[in-house]
C-alpha cells in the first residue's frame, strides 16, 4: 500500500473527524480515550484550529498519513520542538490499516524529511512495553532505546512501563 504524508490543514476537519469516531473504540483499548466532549465536532474544530495554530508558531508540525486516493489512514506528528530542534514524535494508525506497514513507513517518510529539513535535529517517542508493533516501528527506523519508566502510568488499573526512545539525525 502505497501512502503520503501530508500537513493537516483545516480543509480535512471533517474527514479527519469521521476518522477519529470510526476508530475510538480501537483507539483506546491502547490508550486513554479522548473523552466525549472531543468527540463533538464542534468541540473537535475548536481543538484542530488550535493544532493549526501550534503548526503556524513552529512548536509542532501535525500531519495526516494518506493513501494514494486521500483517504485518511491516521496521525503522525512532531510536538513541543525545544530549542535545540529535538520533536517528541507521535503518531495512530487505524484499525483497518494496522499491520500493514503504515506506521513503518510514516515514520521513515517523517525522518527522511525531518533530517533534510535542517530544522528539527531529533527525535524522541515513548510507548508502553507491550506495544510491541509501535517498538518495531521505532526501532526499525534507527530510534534507540534510552531507558525504561516503570509503572509511568496505570491505565484500565495495570501499571505500564513507558519505553522512551531517541534518534539524533
Known amino acids: 500500500m502505497e501512502?503520503?504524508?501530508?500537513?493537516l490543514a483545516l480543509e480535512d476537519a471533517e474527514a479527519l473527524f469521521?476518522?477519529?469516531?470510526?476508530?475510538?473504540?480501537?483507539?483506546?483499548?491502547?490508550?486513554?480515550?479522548?473523552?466525549?466532549?472531543?468527540?463533538?465536532?464542534?468541540?473537535?474544530l475548536k481543538r484542530l484550529v488550535l493544532l493549526l495554530k501550534e503548526q503556524e508558531e513552529g512548536t509542532s508540525q501535525f500531519f495526516l498519513i494518506k493513501d494514494t486516493s486521500g483517504e485518511i489512514l491516521g496521525r503522525i506528528n512532531?510536538?513541543?520542538v525545544d530549542k535545540n530542534g529535538v520533536?517528541?514524535?507521535?503518531?495512530?494508525?487505524?484499525?483497518m490499516s494496522a499491520?500493514?506497514?503504515?506506521?513503518?513507513?510514516?515514520?521513515?517518510?517523517?525522518?527522511?524529511?525531518?533530517s533534510d529539513d535542517?530544522?528539527?535535529?531529533?527525535?524522541?517517542?515513548?510507548?508502553?512495553?507491550?506495544?510491541?508493533?509501535s517498538r518495531k516501528v521505532l526501532e526499525?527506523?534507527?530510534?534507540?532505546?534510552?531507558?525504561?519508566?516503570?509503572a509511568g502510568a496505570v491505565y484500565k488499573g495495570e501499571k505500564?512501563?513507558?519505553?522512551?526512545?531517541r534518534l539524533i539525525f
Open 140 to 150: 526499525r527506523n534507527g530510534f534507540k532505546l534510552e531507558r525504561v519508566e516503570e
Open 3 to 7: 501512502i503520503e504524508i501530508q500537513d
Open 78 to 80: 512532531i510536538a513541543d
Open 18 to 44: 469521521q476518522f477519529e469516531l470510526a476508530n475510538r473504540t480501537y483507539f483506546s483499548s491502547m490508550v486513554p480515550d479522548r473523552g466525549d466532549d472531543y468527540f463533538v465536532y464542534e468541540n473537535f
Open 99 to 114: 499491520g500493514k506497514g503504515v506506521a513503518g513507513r510514516a515514520v521513515r517518510i517523517l525522518v527522511e524529511a525531518g
Open 87 to 95: 520533536g517528541e514524535l507521535g503518531y495512530r494508525v487505524g484499525k
Open 118 to 133: 535542517g530544522k528539527i535535529t531529533g527525535l524522541t517517542a515513548k510507548t508502553t512495553r507491550n506495544n510491541i508493533p
Open 160 to 165: 505500564l512501563d513507558f519505553f522512551h526512545y
